[in-house]
């Protein structure tokens, strides 16, 4: 699964840390997201949605697409 | 939006209380074995009845031990618990595959000596630190 975490991430000038903790998870899951090492589940995809006030489609795109 | 400062509850600060709740709780089961094994022979001379208050003891604090863990895994983010469950599964297998065959080892004559339990459990516990190390580079 592609994504735009880092993107979006580095339009706000955040860093991985502050980004993980806005989203309550560790720092090595936003590195290991953000690489596409790691798929997110549902509720992170969710909360990653409101963070960035985008619907998970404008975050997280499907391979396949 | 908060600042980062601002947020009630930080991953990393409930994360690194978990972890130092298991390392103190790791110390204490390892103090009450030693305490279970030496003191009864150098402390009270096989006396049952401290023998058994070392060993429940031990026990308790094995049991709290395990709920230290426990807790920490279920406050893991998503990605903690997968390297944790591959490094379980590898340890359970190595203990498993390599245990069998060091028992055996005794039987078929290949060794003199008697396959001792802390033996298998000191490879279970380098295996298991060894294989989350490895995990955690994965996703690093």
Redesign the interface.
């Known amino acids: 699964m592609k994504n735009r975490l880092k993107v979006l991430r580095a339009e706000r000038d955040w860093t991985q840390a502050q980004l993980a903790d806005r989203l309550a998870v560790s720092r090595q899951t936003v590195n290991a997201l953000e690489t596409g090492k790691f798929d997110p589940s549902l509720p992170l995809a969710f909360k990653a949605a409101r963070l960035f006030a985008l619907s998970i489609e404008d975050i997280f795109q499907d391979d396949a697409q | 939006m908060k600042q ?1 400062d601002e ?1 009630p509850m ?3 600060t409930v ?1 690194a209380e978990n972890g130092r709740s298991v390392k103190a709780w790791t110390i204490a089961w390892v103090v009450t074995c030693a305490l279970a094994a030496f003191g009864t022979r150098i402390l009270w001379d096989f006396a049952t009845i401290p023998t058994i208050v070392g060993v429940l003891i031990n026990l308790t604090v094995g049991f709290f031990w395990v709920l230290a863990i426990v807790k920490q895994v279920n406050a893991m ?4 618990p ?1 390297i944790f469950l591959d490094a379980a599964a590898t340890t359970l297998g190595v203990g498993v595959v390599c245990g069998l065959s060091y028992e055996l080892l005794e039987d078929i004559r290949l060794i003199s000596f008697q396959p001792e339990i802390p033996h298998l459990v000191l490879l279970m516990c380098l295996t298991f630190m060894a294989s989350r190390i490895l995990g ?1 580079r ?3």
């Open positions: 980062v947020l930080r991953f990393k994360d983010d998503e990605l903690q997968e955690y994965r996703y690093r």
